[in-house]
Nanobody
Framework: QAPLAESGGGSVQAGGSLRLSCTGS????????MAWFRQAPGKERERVAS???????TYVASVQGRFTISKDNGKNTLYLQMDSLNPEDTATYSC???????????????????WGQGTQVTVSS
């Protein structure tokens, strides 16, 4: 069983919105670096957004201004609000945590040591 669990994926038309959630138990994941990654068929997995222990965020350019990463430490839950979705956002989205780092969060998948199984997001035109 994966240490993190995503929810909130689904199918939506272009221009629509979805909110992804990621919860975990056992350790306080949200006090460390956390991130959302996505992988589309035939493409490399990319970091979409990350948030550090203090709440500072980073986004890939293609989602800047449309996606918002946030967290609730009391619920040990990470969120990704996705607005103005377009077909290029179609992918499997996974959350990840790096329990070895609280700040200066990494961008590569190898830098995160806890993962969820992923949730599918499909955007139709």
């Amino acid at each position: 069983q994966a240490p993190l669990a995503e929810s909130g994926g689904g199918s939506v038309q272009a221009g629509g919105s979805l909110r992804l959630s990621c919860t975990g138990s056992g350790i306080p994941y949200t006090t460390y670096c956390m991130a959302w990654f996505r992988q589309a068929p035939g493409k490399e997995r990319e970091r979409v957004a990350s948030i550090d222990s203090g709440g500072s965020t980073t986004y890939v350019a293609s989602v800047q201004g449309r996606f918002t990463i946030s967290k609730d430490n009391g619920k040990n839950t990470l969120y990704l609000q996705m607005d103005s979705l377009n077909p290029e956002d179609t992918a499997t989205y996974s959350c990840a945590a790096d329990s070895r780092r609280k700040f200066f969060c990494g961008s590569g998948r190898s830098q995160y040591n806890y993962w969820g199984q992923g949730t599918q997001v499909t955007v139709s035109s």
